[in-house]
């Protein structure tokens, strides 16, 4: 069984919410889901809707044609009905003014929902369940545990909940499974490999790794996340900071990471560890900001000044980003070689849910030599074993081909 249900209104009414409630609802009954996102680069306003795939198999991404429609304003009714298959549900809600509250919010088709203000994505939650002919007590049980002490909450997703007849018949399965987006996944495979710091400048969609770094900094309280003025900023000061001795991941979009080629082809001729973290964005330019493309694989794979060891990472799904977080972190540190970890907005942003666990996380033993234990000097001027600038043709293609000879063996490895 697989369906998809299209959640569509305008941002801040709710949209997120009631794809987590039935998110919810349905893992707990065996059942794997699915989470697009779809906004324009507004705060506020514009045409926002999820998507919401459910199965009772893995499933990694959505469909094209839409099996039920909740719409939280006319517009997603207008814009979406022609993807709805014959036969398939809407639940629409006329516009209405609340009157505690001067927001636009919506009422069901069917009449007596005036008045619940916030609490109206939450019966058209209920109304959801219903149809999928899930039981009520399940989503009682989901809405108490997500909103404690809130009878208004409970009440508001009976209503929904009865005011719909049931359509599918989802029964409660067996398995374990656990919900995840990209950007947190990339954040336990940094926490796994006993990241030190983390240096980012916000740019959609690489900020979700930052988030969720700087929201662990205080409770782990064994690594530092740190936002400097600018892109450029941001790779040299994470430079400094692996010569240092830390173990430093660094991460951008787009026209951030162009900023940033400079810095890494220094890295390229110091071979100081470093991990980038390179969420895709469509380009070229800004590109349309809060859309799924791949269009940075070229730079990854080529961006800089001349040739020099690198390795580009792609996961494909959340326990892959733990995955191979930690492997770019094991093949910087260990041949001291630029890691690129690329995603995109469907990874990064995208709730997947999983019932695979990650594989065992690779120890990092490396030593690195550090300021304090003798001198250390690092250029970005080609150089002799010491770190001396040097302007000598034989050693310049010595240095050269070692940087290629380092490719093999990051292959072997």
Known sequence: MRINILIGGKAGQGINKVSEIVSRVLIGLGYFTFNYRDYPSLVRG????????????????????????????????????????????????????????????????????????????????????????????????????????????????????????????????????????????????????????????????????????????DREKKF???????????????????????????????????????????????????????????????????YSTQCDLDIALRGGHGEFPRVVIAPGDPVECIEKTNECFYLSEKFGALSILLSDKHLAESEFSSDKEPNKIIPIKVKRKVPGEGIVKASSYEHDKDGNTTESAELTKKNNDARIVKYEDIKNE
């Open 224 to 290: 530092m996340v740190f936002q400097p003025e600018n892109e450029i900023a941001v790779v040299n000061a994470g430079l400094g900071a692996s010569f240092a001795g830390a173990k430093v991941m660094i991460g951008s979009s787009g026209g951030g990471y162009d900023l940033m080629t400079e810095g890494l082809s220094l890295q390229g001729i110091s071979e100081i560890p470093l991990v980038v973290y390179l969420a895709s964005r469509p380009g070229p330019g800004t590109g349309v900001p809060t």
């Open 46 to 217: 514009g045409h926002n809707f999820n998507v919401l795939c459910v199965s009772d198999e893995r499933v990694g991404s959505i469909g094209s044609v839409l099996d039920v429609i909740v719409a939280m304003d006319d517009k997603t009714v207008e814009l979406h009905k022609d993807e709805l298959k014959e036969g398939g549900e809407i639940i629409s809600f006329e516009a209405f003014k609340d009157p505690k509250n001067s927001e636009n919010f919506g009422t069901s088709k069917t009449k007596g929902f005036e008045g619940l203000g916030r609490n109206l994505n939450i019966a058209q939650a209920g109304a959801l369940i219903k149809i999928l002919g899930i039981n009520k007590k399940v989503l009682v049980e989901e809405i108490e545990r997500q909103f404690k002490e809130s009878d208004e909450a409970v009440a508001a997703a009976k209503k929904g909940y009865e005011s719909e007849e049931s359509k599918f018949e989802f029964k409660d399965l067996e398995g374990h499974i656990e919900i995840m987006h990209g950007s947190r996944a990339v954040a336990l495979g940094a926490i796994n490999s006993e990241i030190d710091v983390y240096v980012a400048y916000p740019m959609t969609p690489a900020t979700g790794v930052m988030h969720e770094l700087a929201a662990r900094q």
